[in-house]
């Protein structure tokens, strides 16, 4: 219970470091954010207006930084993240949610999908060492797993959607066909999104092969490994409940970071296949200089970072009590 305290007190403060700046960097970054959309609008504003954007975007130009700052945190208090300037009048919350759900469906999938298939992979290798199984599968995972993302992504893209065309170009449904829990609309969306998720399992898996393999060749020359086979326990026990599992707490906290930037989304892969998720909503707001969505997005990658470490060090106290009794 002291471990659990200890942690969750610090992942309290980390996540109050990260409010902090998520409030600081937007406002030391030169101009105004209304302003900046009233020049995209290209239009006249009265300065009652102006001062009403101002106070929607949570700019107070005659407000020092500490009322600001307060007005900040009474604003998350209550969840509002502010107006978008991509997608003004719409709120920052309501623009985030939307493109949620498209970067869990896609780069959460695949991220599970790749560790998963990875970790196996990488235990199965390490139990057959020295044997054609590892001379085969180190060198295709230290190669896949060199690929840049956008590389993979537009050879994928021009070869199997332009050349081929098996594959639709960009976009996340049929314009025909709109998202619905229907057999024939899931059937589009899996067809829309198999060609990224594709370049994530490809250029993440060989990562987790290497991490695992690599984790668990040490464990395989550890006494009680010979002590459970001297025992007679099965080979498929002793690989997976004994080695594997000893091994598996580096590629968990792994697994827990690359968690957490599901919420960032596969920014690379979503701008090349134009997929509306976080990734390719981040480059907009990067892009339009649209502040309260950067500090929405950051906010929550943050967040996500956070809660996916936290939730990993909790697993670390249960598999591995030594980790506990270390914080005591």
């Given amino acids: 219970m002291r471990y ?14 990260s409010i902090t700046l998520n409030f600081l960097i937007p406002r030391l970054m030169p101009g105004n954010p209304a302003e900046n959309l009233m020049m995209r609008m290209h239009g006249k504003i009265s300065p009652y207006a102006l001062k009403a954007l101002e106070a929607e975007f949570g700019v107070f130009q005659h407000a020092n930084l500490a009322v ?3 007005r900040y945190l009474i604003a998350l208090a209550h969840g509002n993240l502010g107006v978008s300037i991509t997608y003004f009048p719409i709120r920052v919350s309501t ?7 498209w970067t869990l469906g896609l780069i959460g999938t695949a991220t599970i999908i790749s560790f998963v298939l990875g970790t196996w992979l990488g235990i199965w290798v390490a139990w057959h060492r020295h044997t054609a199984w590892d001379r085969l599968t ?13 590389w993979l992504a537009l050879i994928v893209l021009y070869v199997l959607g332009f050349v081929l065309g098996w594959f639709p170009l960009s976009g996340a449904y049929s314009n025909t066909l709109p998202p619905a829990l229907t057999l024939p609309s899931i059937a589009d969306l899996l067809y829309h999104a198999a060609l990224p998720a594709l370049t994530i399992v490809v250029v993440s898996l060989g990562g987790w092969i290497l991490s695992m393999r690599n984790n668990m060749i040490p464990s395989l020359n550890e006494d009680y490994i010979q002590l459970a086979r001297a025992a007679g326990l099965k080979e498929r026990t002793i690989m997976y409940q004994y080695a594997a599992r000893n091994a598996l707490l580096p590629n968990l906290t792994g697994f827990a970071m690359a968690l957490g930037f599901i919420v960032a989304g596969g920014i690379l892969t979503e701008i090349v296949f134009s997929y509306p998720g976080l990734g390719f909503l981040l480059y907009q707001a990067s892009s339009n200089q649209d502040y309260p969505l950067l500090q929405g997005l950051l906010l929550m990658i943050s967040f996500a970072v956070l809660l996916a470490n936290f939730a990993v060090d909790l697993l670390y106290g249960r598999l591995d009590p030594r ?3 270390s914080e005591v």
Avoid: D, E
């Fill in 4 to 17: 659990v305290r200890r942690r969750l007190i610090f992942y309290l403060i980390a996540f109050w470091t």
């Fill in 68 to 70: 600001q700052y307060w």
């Fill in 95 to 101: 623009v985030i949610g939307q493109s949620l759900i």
């Fill in 138 to 150: 180190v060198p295709v995972a230290m190669f896949t797993s060199a690929f840049p993302y956008f």
């Fill in 323 to 325: 980790a506990a009794r």
